[in-house]
């Protein structure tokens, strides 16, 4: 359950009622029932919603009726708007409603009017609760610590209590402290590393304020031994097993096609598909970054592998923002992984790259290795140095040595703006006789100079810069 307050609002404005029955009005959600609201005015709201005419004005004048002041209280901010959302389909409306009652009575709000709504324009079940701060004597209800009071008491309906939280965080196997902090953030955790009286502890925090402390020490008794000969065996099977349906859902992923234009979306489920901005530090193995289709495809493999085989990945990123590796949580088995224990992340995430070269070889075919640049090469590669900028790197096979030159802003931007494999291969070769015929042919311009690796390394321990 995930429990949400939505952004208030001053002067007296209840703009919760025009997002509500707008949502009412196209259809994607419903007055699902209310609470201390008079039944003559509910009966008129169900006649506009069953004729469709728009009932924002009536419902925000209503709840403006209800929260009269009488000078008792100054504040402006009375509206008081929440969504709570489950997964998927945890719970129905009815469920929904039920807990929605239990948490505006626990909430304090049990005697004020309030509106529920259901909506279904997302995968997840939710809905929105619409009241007013102000009670019948014109007094503000107190909001102060609302995010953290409205958490514990969601915890309280559900029988969540830090001792249980606890427990299902270690019923989880893992070898190191970066698995378990995996296993924290899958259960809903923001872990952090703190010292408390001198101890230092993992704290759990769940929308923004803490949960409950485990000891660094505990944390490493529950580490899964190399020594326990069963586990292990347990682990490697269950590997083996992932690595089939990494390699199988990345395959259907690369089958899927969505819209990539940019504009305003149609249906909330339309947003949440075009947010994307998690996987922004996604780059092949030649530094080029993702784009917004494999961007995309990469979003559906993963909404794929949570919902259907209860499969968690979690992306490792350095200090710029790149993503270097990933950790697994198998709910399934209630077990964590480092990515590199199951499925090396290039293998993974390149299959296409690998798949599109194998298929440029077989179609260049003899031309390609007629050449004089093919004849003397092991590869051609190309790839982003740590700068920014991107070389190409020619190994010989004959000479046991490689050469790598910058390539020049041009050059960059044809070989990034094409997206054909033939065409890069094209262009590869291009640029590697370019080069080195410019290299054979003695052309030493200020511009190009030997230098120990800087950020590369050849076979030969140089690097070659243009």
Not at 151 to 158: A, G, K, S
Not at 169 to 179: A, D, K, N
Not at 435 to 451: C, K, V, Y
Request: one cysteine or more; hydrophobic letters at 30%.
């Amino acid at each position: 359950m995930i429990t949400k307050k939505l952004r208030q609002a001053g002067g007296g404005r209840f703009p919760a009622a025009g997002y509500n029955e707008g949502k009412v009005l196209e259809g994607v959600a419903d007055l699902l029932m209310a609470r201390n609201v008079d039944g003559r005015f509910l009966r008129q709201l169900d006649i506009m919603h069953a004729v469709g005419i728009n009932a924002t004005g009536e419902v925000e004048r209503y709840m403006r009726e209800h929260s009269q002041t009488y000078g008792n209280s100054k504040t402006q901010n009375k509206q008081f708007h929440v969504a709570l959302s489950v997964k998927e389909h945890e719970m129905d409306r009815y469920e929904l409603g039920e807990f929605a009652e239990k948490f505006m009575e626990r909430m304090g709000y049990d005697g004020q009017p309030y509106f529920v709504y259901f909506h279904h324009d997302t995968g997840n079940n939710h809905v929105h609760i619409l009241s007013t701060r102000i009670n019948r004597y014109g007094i503000a209800i107190s909001d102060s610590f609302d995010k953290m009071r409205m958490q514990r008491v969601t915890d309280e309906i559900l029988g969540i209590t830090p001792e249980k939280e606890r427990q299902k965080l270690f019923s989880y196997g893992f070898q190191t402290e970066g698995q378990f902090m995996n296993v924290a953030r899958s259960c809903g955790y923001n872990p952090k590393e703190e010292t408390v009286d001198g101890v230092e502890c993992y704290t759990f925090f769940r929308s923004h304020y803490p949960q409950f402390t485990i000891p660094k020490v505990e944390v490493m008794k529950r580490m899964t031994a190399k020594e326990d000969s069963l586990a292990m065996r347990k682990r490697k099977e269950r590997a083996r097993q992932l690595k089939a349906i990494l390699m199988k859902y990345r395959q259907l992923s690369l089958q899927q096609q969505f819209p990539t234009k940019k504009g305003k979306a149609e249906t909330q489920s339309d947003l949440e598909e075009r947010k994307t901005l998690a996987l922004s530090g996604l780059q092949h193995k030649d530094g080029t970054s993702f784009n917004e289709m494999e961007k995309l495809q990469v979003k559906w493999m993963l909404k794929e592998l949570r919902q259907k085989l209860g499969i968690d990945i979690h992306w490792q990123k350095d200090k710029n923002g790149i993503v270097r590796g990933y950790g697994i949580i198998d709910h399934k088995t209630k077990t964590a992984f480092d990515g590199s224990q199951v499925l090396r992340m290039g293998e993974w995430m390149d299959i296409q790259t690998k798949r599109n070269e194998e298929h440029a070889q077989k179609t260049i075919g003899s031309s390609a290795q007629n050449t004089p640049i093919a004849m003397n090469t092991d590869s051609i590669t190309i790839a982003k140095h740590k700068n920014g900028k991107f070389y190409l790197r020619v190994v010989f096979n004959n000479f046991g040595h490689s050469e790598i030159f910058y390539l020049s802003q041009e050059e960059t931007r044809a070989y990034l703006l094409t997206t054909e494999p033939m065409e890069r291969e094209r262009l590869k070769q291009q640029f590697a006789y370019k080069n080195l015929f410019r290299a054979i042919g003695g052309s030493h311009d200020q511009n190009r100079e030997w230098e120990v690796g800087n950020g590369y390394d050849g076979d030969d321990g140089r690097g070659l810069k243009r």
